[in-house]
Every structure is written in structure tokens, then in C-alpha cells.
């Protein structure tokens, strides 16, 4: 409980938030880094997803490729990208190593829900006079969307929990807190790097569940 005590210290300490290389700062280094990865991820998977979700053909091939993808540490990707000219090129490397990262989940969870979406219903659109587009956001999207999210928030949460990994070849975020910590033998710090990181994760959980939520009554009270 000691480090723990230690580690309150440090974050209410108000030194400690100050400056470039402060608790502020690097918190928003983390977000921006999150939130630019998420968006990247989620602009390549889902129209993938969704679009073999909705024809029905090649979605269980992209799937077994992006889920083989996972077998790669991501720190591997990371330091292998920082060793090519992309190293340069400031967090570019970070950016592409946690795209690749957070991919997998999106594009699994989208294409299943499009798939789980009930057939009956679907062809009953189409009876209707629906275009493919209509079924697609009218029917399909609507009856995947809780799996969808499910997919988006697992990505969240691994993109900020593994962003820490950014620190390591010199980029920023949370990750600069603990590394910094461990340089300086100041465990404290390092525990509070950790903390800020869990929280971190767990607010943009509860956020995008709460996004979720809200979205789903809109949709219900229509």
C-alpha cells in the first residue's frame, strides 16, 4: 500500500502535471495518439468489414488474415518500422504499429455482426424494394451495431493501454511517465504512470459504452 500511497502523492502533486514533460502534457500526447489510431483503424476495417458482411463472400478470409495478424507483437512492429527510413518520421511508426493493432477486433466483431444479422429479416427488406445500400444501413447496420461497438471498444482500450509502447523509441504519451520513472529510480512515478494509463482505459470504456447506450435508445425511441 506504501507505493500506492506514494504514487497518490505524486499525482496530486501539481508540479508534477506541469510542463512538456508533465502528467498534463503526456496525458494529451496519449489521447491524440489514441484517438488518431482508433480513427485510422476504424476508416480501414469497418467498410471492409461491412461490405463483405453485407455480400456475404471473402469476409471469413479476411478475418483468419487479420486475426494471424495478432500474432505479431506489436513492439516487434514497432521496433522494425523505427529501424526503416519511417523512423524518421517522428510518430509515424507508432501511428502504423497500433492501426495494425487495433484492426483485428473491428474487423472480426463487424463482419460477424453483419453475418449474425437474421437472413429472414434481410430478405424481408429486400421484398420490400430496398436497395442494397437501404438493406445495408437501414436493416444490417442497425442489427450489428451493438457488436460493432463491442468491437470498437476492445480496439480502444488496446490502443491505449499498448500506446504506452510509444515511449520506448522516444515518442510520447503516458508511456514517458513510467519509462522516465524507471530511469530515475522513482517508483512512484512509475506507479502513477501505470494508474493514469488504467484510468485512462477505463474512461474511454465507460465512454464508448455510454456512446453506445445513447445511440441505441435514439435509434429505439424512432
Not at 444490417?140 to 488496446?158: D, K, N
Not at 530511469?183 to 484510468?199: E, K, R, S
Request: proline share 4%; with cysteine.
Amino acid at each position: 500500500m506504501g507505493a500506492i500511497a506514494d504514487a497518490w502523492t505524486w499525482l496530486t502533486t501539481a508540479a508534477n502535471w506541469a510542463g512538456e514533460s508533465g502528467a498534463g502534457h503526456r496525458l494529451g500526447e496519449h489521447l491524440w495518439l489514441t484517438a488518431v489510431c482508433l480513427a485510422l483503424a476504424c476508416a480501414i476495417a469497418l467498410p471492409i468489414a461491412l461490405t463483405l458482411g453485407h455480400i456475404g463472400k471473402g469476409g471469413a478470409l479476411a478475418v483468419n488474415l487479420s486475426n494471424a495478424g495478432r500474432a505479431v507483437p506489436t513492439f516487434a512492429v514497432l521496433v522494425l518500422l523505427t529501424l526503416t527510413p519511417l523512423g524518421r518520421q517522428g510518430e509515424l511508426p507508432t501511428v502504423i504499429a497500433l492501426v495494425l493493432f487495433a484492426v483485428p477486433p473491428l474487423l472480426t466483431n463487424a463482419y460477424v455482426g453483419m453475418r449474425e444479422v437474421d437472413r429472414g429479416v434481410v430478405e424481408a427488406a429486400r421484398g420490400m424494394g430496398m436497395s442494397g445500400g437501404q438493406v445495408l444501413f437501414r436493416v444490417e447496420l442497425p442489427l450489428a451495431f451493438s457488436l460493432i461497438m463491442t468491437g470498437v471498444r476492445s480496439a480502444a482500450v488496446q490502443v491505449v493501454a499498448t500506446a504506452t509502447l510509444a515511449a520506448l523509441p522516444g515518442g510520447g504519451g503516458l508511456g514517458r511517465l513510467i519509462t522516465a520513472g524507471f530511469n530515475t529510480y522513482n517508483t512512484p512515478q512509475v506507479v502513477a504512470g501505470a494508474i493514469l494509463v488504467a484510468a485512462l482505459a477505463l474512461t474511454v470504456e465507460a465512454l464508448l459504452a455510454l456512446a453506445q447506450w445513447a445511440v441505441q435508445q435514439a435509434v429505439r425511441q424512432r
